[in-house]
């Protein structure tokens, strides 16, 4: 399963909230929703955010076995 716990984590640290996120990046509300919900996200939106936060994957995502 993959988690978008380190996300958080690296918003805070890089100074940049879901607001930001959403009104200057156009992050979708939904987006966020999702995930908030370690639900399903497309590449696309995973790449973006490690732009926009001047991150690696590994920075916002992490899979962990169930």
């Given at each position: ?33 999702r ?32």
């Amino acid at each position: 399963m993959i988690v978008f716990d380190k996300l958080w984590k690296t918003m805070k640290q890089r100074g940049i909230s879901q607001y930001k996120l959403i009104k200057d990046y156009n992050i979708s509300s939904g987006q966020l929703d999702r995930l908030r919900k370690n639900e399903n996200v497309s590449t696309y939106t995973l790449n973006t955010l490690c732009t926009i936060l001047h991150c690696r994957l590994e920075d916002i995502a992490e899979f962990i076995e169930e």
